[in-house]
């Protein structure tokens, strides 16, 4: 038999990328609970990119702007009875 051959043990980028996918694994699941279980948006659905919060934030309120009525009479009188 080959008796030259000796045992190296085990592999230590083995046993590093055990303890890195446990790591990866659990921020990945604080980032799903944050995004989707109420941390996000102020009524706990989930929060949208910055940019996009912005561009529907500035159409909402032109949205609002634009049906605003411009010189409309404020109050309605009842109708006497």
């Known amino acids: 038999m080959n008796e030259n051959r000796t045992s190296s043990g085990p592999n230590v980028g083995l046993l590093l990328l055990i303890p890195a996918a446990a790591i990866v694994a659990r921020m990945a699941v604080r980032h799903h609970q944050v995004a989707w279980d109420g941390g996000g948006a ?3 659905g989930p929060r949208l990119p910055p940019r996009i919060e912005w561009a529907l934030n500035r159409w909402h309120a032109r949205a609002h ?12 009188e009842a109708p006497s009875a």
């Open 42 to 44: 102020p009524d706990g």
């Open 65 to 76: 702007k634009a049906a605003e009525p411009t010189g409309a009479v404020a109050a309605v």
